[in-house]
């Protein structure tokens, strides 16, 4: 890690003033230098030709190049690679860089020095003389009670009760050996070049000092004026993070290295009981540690407020967030978990470390701020699934795991990833997890390996393992068993039993729990519903036919006047890796396929049972999130001309029954022609069950635009109060009203405000006349 320095340097690397009495000033070209001799030491020129004073400055600039070598270290030279050939590939025989941020003592503890400040006046062409700025580069000694903190020999490692919320003002060098890092630019007054002398009691002499340059007001002479600050330079920035990217590249490779061997030891297992010492798993952390400070460094100065738009673009381009995850942070864990229990004590360093560094990293680089959120649930997932002792500790951390992925999801609702980490922490809840899973299987951008994550619940329920879920209500695992059926597409008895038994108990399981069903009756609505795409199989027709009509319907039209559908935002589909080109020839002969498929048949046949059970609990109002999910299902698949025939075989004359009843408590003739979503009132917010439906494949033009926007507390959001039960009434009655729109299942009556159903098996018979 130290830092090459030859004599034979061309003097253009970095031309020092010779006639300056402090001879810290840096000249990137001989005509720079010229320029700076002729306006400021004009003495030494009046009486010289012109051309041999050039060369005579020239010849006392390669003198000093020679023989002072100090400015290059700091200022950074340019050595350092054009930010143009930057690769993500790092070369083989890779040396050292010059012009490092951070010394090689600071990331070996052992190896310490005391050089003296440098101070170094750094020559802009783009400012004038007098405008030039300073870089200070202090070297501070480290405490050493401070630096043995985490990586003594007598490590035992921090107390298993900490608490996760963790400051994410203070640096992580509050919790371990960070290096000493390089000190900010400073600009201003108080940056002129400074040389201290020796005196017997320098420090006041040097408080007094820089007293002098601060800014105060007469008016408050107590108070201290903020610092005048100027610019950086768009060549300054990006040489400094062409300096930060060579060292980070350099550190990258190295814990590529290290990782890979201790892993492959660790697969061959040819030493099972062997145990790393102290000091090696101290260098470990020390070099992973050097790691998340140079990506730290980098993100600081790539996404600076002056940075030009291409600067800001590099940390997307050359994906330096997921390298900081993989390399920094997620290798080095995965080789300390498969090194439990020995490394348990730092593995809890470790995390405390990445945990501090990356909410760090959430408040001052907010341009990546999914990507830190994301991160911060899985470092608490990791804190989670190492405590073992205290349940309460484990309890704890799965909250906060849980509560970053949330924050996640309501950034990202279609991503369908953050769903499957959340079905994770929602064990030993059996129910809830599969409604996780069938979640992140139905999004609109969904996550394949939740197909495979969803066998773990399965076997148990299944009878294929010996783990057993001893908390599970046997009514929920009866549903289980219907959909792990189809799921793996068993047998037609063995469904029908379990739907059976599911069914059998339903009534008696809701008016047992009563409010409770609420959200349980939303799992089982959108369970139900994943089964008609058949869990995110990538053959879904469903799927492919609703892909079909996302993309028809983000073309522009001529005519724009389809009720509210205006309003709804289209869904990028052609991010689902399940989106096929399907011709519309093709549409008649995939239905045909669909209708006679075992699994669509089957969970079609599994939901509309288990909806025609639940609307014959007129009154219930426990019962309003499942029916306001199944009647949102419904209205979109009205609307597609496709798949609008499979809503024939419902229940249509429980939904007007159930309809009617919600009506005789309400005054119809004032909102029944009002809209759906009343986004003109300012009171109007989400109902509980709006974020757990959106983001579905089914549900990409349901919500209007701006519906979430004015979304409440996460804590907030999910309170039954009296307000959310009428808001529901009404939004179920709206629904209603708009299936009555399409004169083809229901009717509804402006005169006597009742709903009728119409006859379904005409409406059948008719469309297979004309077809």
């Known amino acids: 890690m130290t830092q090459a320095k030859t004599a034979d340097a061309s003097p253009t690397d970095a031309l020092l003033c010779p006639y300056c009495a402090h001879q810290g000033r840096i000249f990137q070209s001989f005509d720079q230098l010229v320029s700076h001799a002729t306006v400021e030491h004009a003495a030494y020129f009046t009486s010289v030709n012109p051309q041999d004073a050039r060369a005579q400055l020239q010849e006392a600039a390669l003198r000093m190049?020679?023989?002072?070598?100090?400015?290059?270290?700091?200022?950074?030279?340019?050595?350092?690679?054009?930010?143009?050939?930057?690769?993500?590939?790092?070369?083989?025989?890779?040396?050292?860089?010059?012009?490092?941020?951070?010394?090689?003592?600071?990331?070996?503890?052992?190896?310490?020095t005391k050089p003296t400040p440098t101070h170094t006046e750094i020559f802009d062409p783009d400012l004038s003389p007098e405008d030039s700025f300073?870089?200070?580069?202090?070297?501070?000694?480290?405490?050493?009670?401070?630096?043995?903190?985490?990586?003594?020999?007598?490590?035992?490692?921090?107390?298993?009760?900490?608490?996760?919320?963790?400051?994410?003002?203070?640096?992580?060098?509050?919790v371990s050996n960070q290096p000493s890092r390089a000190a900010p630019i400073r600009r201003g007054p108080s940056a002129q070049t400074y040389e201290p002398k020796l005196t017997a009691s320098p420090i006041p002499q040097r408080q007094s000092e820089l007293n002098e340059g601060l800014r105060r007001d007469q008016r408050y002479p107590g108070l201290i004026l903020q610092p005048e600050s100027r610019p950086i330079s768009q060549e300054q920035l990006a040489s400094e993070v062409k300096s930060i990217y060579a060292g980070l590249s350099m550190v990258e490779s190295k814990c590529i290295h290290v990782d890979r061997n201790q892993t492959a030891i660790l697969q061959d297992g040819s030493e099972p009981?062997?145990?790393?010492?102290?000091?090696?798993?101290?260098?470990?952390?020390?070099?992973?540690?050097?790691?998340?400070?140079?990506?730290?460094?980098?993100?600081?100065?790539?996404?600076h407020p002056s940075a030009s738009p291409a600067l800001r673009r590099l940390a997307a381009k050359y994906s330096m967030p997921a390298r900081m995850w993989k390399h920094g942070i997620h290798s080095f864990l995965e080789l300390l978990r498969r090194r439990l229990p020995d490394s348990i004590d730092y593995m809890l360093a470790f995390i405390y470390l990445s945990y501090q560094m990356m909410a760090l990293l959430y408040e001052t680089v907010p341009a990546f701020e999914d990507t830190w959120i994301e991160c911060l649930g899985d470092l608490g997932r990791y804190r989670m699934a190492i405590e073992d002792e205290d349940i309460r500790d484990r309890e704890t951390w799965a909250a906060v795991a849980r509560s970053w992925y949330s924050k996640a999801a309501d950034k990202n609702p279609s991503v369908g990833r953050l769903y499957h980490h959340l079905a994770i922490l929602a064990r030993p809840n059996a129910l809830q997890q599969l409604y996780y899973y069938s979640r992140s299987l139905n999004c609109v951008r969904p996550f394949p390996s939740a197909r495979e994550s969803i066998l773990t619940l399965l076997d148990p329920i299944l009878g294929r393992s010996n783990t057993s879920y001893s908390h599970t209500l046997p009514v929920d695992t009866s549903f289980i068993q219907a959909h792990g059926v189809l799921f793996e597409k068993s047998s037609a008895d063995q469904f029908e039993d379990a739907r059976l038994s599911f069914q059998t108990q339903l009534d008696h399981h809701i008016s047992r729990v009563t409010a409770k069903w609420k959200d349980q009756g939303i799992y089982i609505a959108i369970t139900n519903l994943a089964g008609l795409f058949d869990y995110g199989d990538s053959d879904s027709i469903l799927r492919q036919i609703i892909n079909y009509y996302t993309l028809q319907r983000s073309r522009p039209t001529s005519t724009s006047s389809e009720y509210d559908e205006e309003s709804r935002s289209p869904s990028p589909v052609e991010n689902d890796p399940y989106s096929s080109n399907l011709a519309e020839s093709d549409i008649p002969a995939k239905l045909t396929a669909l209708s006679s498929d075992f699994t669509f048949s089957?969970?079609?046949?599994?939901?509309?049972?288990?909806?025609?059970?639940?609307?014959?609990?007129?009154?219930?109002?426990?019962?309003?999130?499942?029916?306001h999910i199944l009647l949102a299902f419904f209205c979109s698949f009205a609307a597609i001309e496709y798949v609008a025939h499979f809503l024939d075989h419902g229940p249509w004359n429980e939904i007007a029954a159930f309809l009617n009843a919600l009506l005789s408590s309400e005054r119809p003739e004032q909102f029944m022609s009002g809209a759906i979503f009343p986004t003109d009132q300012v009171d109007a917010l989400p109902l509980p069950e709006d974020y757990h439906v959106r983001g579905q494949v089914w549900s990409q033009w349901y919500f209007p635009e701006t519906w979430f926007a004015k979304e409440h507390d996460e804590e907030d959001r999910y309170l039954e109060l009296a307000s959310t039960t009428r808001a529901r009434t009404e939004r179920v009655l709206h629904l209603g009203h708009r299936l009555s729109t399409f004169n083809r299942w229901i009717s509804y009556d402006t005169q006597t405000h009742t709903f009728y159903a119409i006859d379904s098996s005409a409406n059948a018979s008719s469309d297979d006349d004309s077809s």
Do not use: C
């Open 65 to 112: 190049a020679i023989t002072d070598q100090s400015s290059e270290a700091t200022a950074g030279g340019v050595s350092t690679p054009d930010m143009a050939t930057l690769t993500l590939d790092t070369p083989k025989d890779r040396h050292s860089p010059t012009g490092r941020k951070r010394p090689a003592d600071a990331i070996y503890p052992s190896r310490r």
């Open 134 to 174: 300073t870089v200070v580069v202090p070297h501070k000694p480290k405490s050493k009670t401070r630096e043995n903190r985490h990586h003594d020999r007598g490590f035992k490692g921090p107390k298993r009760t900490s608490s996760p919320k963790l400051s994410s003002a203070k640096s992580p060098s509050d």
């Open 273 to 303: 009981h062997s145990r790393l010492a102290s000091d090696h798993w101290q260098a470990l952390i020390a070099l992973h540690r050097t790691l998340l400070h140079e990506h730290h460094d980098f993100f600081l100065a790539s996404q």
């Open 602 to 627: 089957r969970a079609y046949l599994l939901t509309m049972t288990t909806l025609s059970l639940v609307l014959r609990r007129i009154g219930d109002k426990n019962v309003l999130p499942h029916v």
